[in-house]
Every structure is written in structure tokens, then in C-alpha cells.
């Protein structure tokens, strides 16, 4: 297992598209391993493979709360296959845009087909949480940021935030 260096905004490589997953071998599975850890090590609930420098269509989630056992999930080819014409708001963050939030209105309840660490084909219901954060790794695999999705205002506002950041080396 190994640490990841994530990308953080803004950065071109954030906006690129990602591509599918041919199979899901060894390789992937090490790459599920390495994402699942540095989400963890980053108390995240969610990572996505261009946050970590990799265009492919990975994403691992783990939305159990502190309480209960983990429920480590990797995705690879991830497809929104139904969503939900009721809409709930969340108030999003990104590990990619670190301690910048915004609300952000998405279907309330998604299915997603995927493939498994044993490439076998699945598909996972979600709601509220669980469906928020799917959707926001998918995005990642089109190279669309939580940003994109709220006001011109408060996008400038978050990337010009970010942009400073990184110029004087908090980031
Ligand atoms: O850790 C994360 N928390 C989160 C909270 C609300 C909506 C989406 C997310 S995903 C984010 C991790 C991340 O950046 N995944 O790409
Ligand atoms: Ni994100």
C-alpha cells in the first residue's frame, strides 16, 4: 500500500477526461488499495484516480460513519444507470479543493453499474450521502470539479481562493 499525492486545484489535470478500464487486474486493485488508503489518511469519504495523477475510470468510496465497521468500495467504469428526478442539496467539499465547501443540488438517489476488484459487473443503489458522493466521483472520471456545478460567483471565489494559497505555499 502507499500514500498517494493529490492534485489539487487548480490544475489542468483535473479537468481532463478519463479513460475506461479495460479489466480489472492486479494493477487496478493496487490502485483501488493505494486510493482507499490516502482517502483514509485524508479523512475523506470519497477519491476519484485523476485526484491522484491516474486518468482511468476509478473510484473508491466508504461512507460508514465513525461507529460502525468500514464499508471500503472500489468502482471501476462507474455509469449512473437510473437517477432519481428528486433533487437534494449537500453542502460538497473536494480533497482536491481543500476547505472550500458549497452547496450543491443533485438527484436525491442514483444506481450504478460497475466493476468490481474481481471485474465481475455490479450495481450499487445509493441515497442521500452515498449518492451525493458517487456522483461527485463520476464527475472527477469527465473532469468536472464540484465548482462546475455552482454560481460563476463562487466558483471564482473558491479557484481565485485555491490560486493564492498555492502562490504563497499553503498548499
Ligand atoms: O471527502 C469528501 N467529502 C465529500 C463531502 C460532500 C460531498 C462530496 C464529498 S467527496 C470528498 C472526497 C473527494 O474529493 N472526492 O473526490
Ligand atoms: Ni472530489
Same mark, same amino acid.
Given at each position: 500500500?502507499?500514500?498517494?499525492?493529490?492534485?489539487?486545484?487548480?490544475?489542468?489535470?483535473?479537468k481532463?477526461?478519463?479513460?475506461?478500464?479495460?479489466?480489472?487486474?492486479?494493477?487496478i486493485?493496487?490502485?483501488?488499495?493505494?486510493?482507499?488508503?490516502t482517502? /483514509?489518511?485524508?479523512?475523506?469519504?470519497?477519491?476519484?484516480a485523476?485526484?491522484?495523477d491516474e486518468?482511468?475510470?476509478?473510484?473508491?468510496?466508504? #461512507?460508514?460513519?465513525?461507529?460502525?465497521p468500514?464499508?471500503?468500495?472500489?468502482?471501476?467504469?462507474p455509469e #449512473?444507470?437510473? @437517477?432519481?428526478?428528486?433533487?437534494?442539496? /449537500?453542502?460538497?467539499?473536494?480533497?482536491?479543493?481543500?476547505?472550500? /465547501?458549497?452547496?450543491?443540488?443533485?438527484?436525491?438517489?442514483?444506481?450504478?453499474?460497475?466493476?468490481?476488484?474481481?471485474n465481475r459487473?455490479q450495481?450499487? @443503489?445509493?441515497?442521500?450521502?452515498?449518492?451525493?458522493?458517487?456522483q461527485?466521483?463520476?464527475?472527477?472520471?469527465?473532469g468536472?470539479?464540484?465548482?462546475d456545478?455552482?454560481?460563476?460567483?463562487?466558483?471564482?471565489?473558491?479557484?481565485?481562493?485555491?490560486?493564492?494559497?498555492k502562490?504563497?505555499?499553503?498548499?
Amino acid at each position: 500500500m502507499a500514500l498517494l499525492p493529490l492534485i489539487i486545484a487548480p490544475d489542468p489535470r483535473l479537468k481532463k477526461l478519463s479513460m475506461p478500464v479495460g479489466k480489472v487486474d492486479a494493477r487496478i486493485n493496487r490502485l483501488m488499495d493505494d486510493m482507499l488508503e490516502t482517502m /483514509y489518511a485524508a479523512n475523506g469519504i470519497g477519491l476519484a484516480a485523476p485526484q491522484v495523477d491516474e486518468l482511468l475510470r476509478v473510484i473508491v468510496v466508504d #461512507v460508514s460513519d465513525k461507529n460502525e465497521p468500514p464499508n471500503p468500495i472500489g468502482l471501476a467504469n462507474p455509469e #449512473v444507470v437510473w @437517477a432519481d428526478e428528486e433533487r437534494i442539496l /449537500y453542502n460538497e467539499g473536494c480533497l482536491s479543493l481543500p476547505e472550500q /465547501y458549497a452547496d450543491v443540488v443533485r438527484p436525491k438517489a442514483v444506481r450504478v453499474r460497475y466493476l468490481d476488484r474481481d471485474n465481475r459487473p455490479q450495481e450499487i @443503489a445509493g441515497t442521500g450521502l452515498l449518492a451525493t458522493v458517487l456522483q461527485h466521483e463520476i464527475d472527477h472520471l469527465e473532469g468536472t470539479l464540484f465548482v462546475d456545478r455552482v454560481s460563476l460567483l463562487k466558483r471564482n471565489m473558491i479557484l481565485r481562493r485555491l490560486q493564492k494559497l498555492k502562490k504563497v505555499g499553503e498548499l
